[in-house]
């Protein structure tokens, strides 16, 4: 499975952009970058999937370079219900193989 | 639907007692996970199920059992916990293959074992 690294935490205040990289150096071919969010107390949930340049939905925008080997998480103008941990998690989309999530990154968002 | 359900919430235990957490899913979805979490960590696999009738042994197996008793219900086995088990457990399911890598999770089970 390939391993991804993310930054242990970051701060941002309310109506900031947060970008949020994780490398993935020995992603594979098949291999789809997925993103989750994880609040205290609850399971993690599902936030965007891309495979490869850009990819964007309601609340986020997931950027993959043409090596695929990172990827930038993007949530525009954060706000305090946005602190949670972000978890990027690499594999194929077959099902056979489980996904690992990593540490995470915690985000916090100032008032 | 209920979507991912998981009993019990939380759970006490004596070194050396068993038990078993449940999870049933209403999504007709063919795979399904266990997780572990400890405090300020992130998750790990313990098993997975790819399928119904089939079970494979993730990051963190050893002092588990599971049992994917039907497509809808997977369940996880303490033979005799030890305090090293103390964590919350999630679990977990997808639709299976193809699409988006979208799993599903439970509210949890917070385990003490003392």
């Known amino acids: 499975l390939a391993k991804t690294t993310q930054p242990i935490s970051m701060d941002s205040y309310e109506g900031q952009e947060v970008n949020i990289t994780c490398s993935h150096n020995n992603i594979a071919t098949n291999d789809y970058i997925t993103w989750y969010q994880q609040f205290p107390s609850q399971g993690p949930r599902f936030i965007i999937q891309g495979y490869k340049t850009k990819v964007t939905n309601e609340v986020a925008s997931l950027f993959i370079p043409a090596d695929r080997k990172s990827s930038t998480l993007s949530l525009p103008r954060v706000s305090l219900s946005d602190t949670a941990v972000y978890y990027c998690?690499?594999?194929?989309?077959?099902?056979?193989?489980?996904?690992?999530f990593g540490s995470g990154t915690r985000l916090q968002v100032q008032p | 639907n209920a979507g991912v359900t998981q009993t019990p919430k939380f759970q006490v235990l004596k070194t050396g007692q068993s038990m078993t957490l449940q999870c049933a899913q209403d999504m007709n979805h063919n795979s399904m996970y266990w997780y572990r979490q400890d405090p300020g960590m992130g998750l790990r696999l313990i098993y997975y199920?790819?399928?119904?009738?089939?079970?494979d042994k993730g990051e963190v197996p050893n002092g588990y059992n599971v049992s994917r008793l039907n497509k809808r219900e997977f369940s996880l086995r303490l033979e005799s916990a030890a305090p090293s088990q103390t964590s919350v457990y999630f679990c977990?399911?997808?639709?299976?293959?193809?699409?988006?890598?979208?799993?599903?999770f439970g509210p949890g089970t917070r385990l003490t074992v003392l």
């Open positions: 199920s790819a399928s119904e009738g089939t079970t």
């Open positions: 998690l690499v594999g194929d989309d077959t099902g056979r193989r489980a996904l690992t």
């Open positions: 977990a399911s997808r639709p299976g293959t193809g699409g988006k890598n979208e799993q599903f």
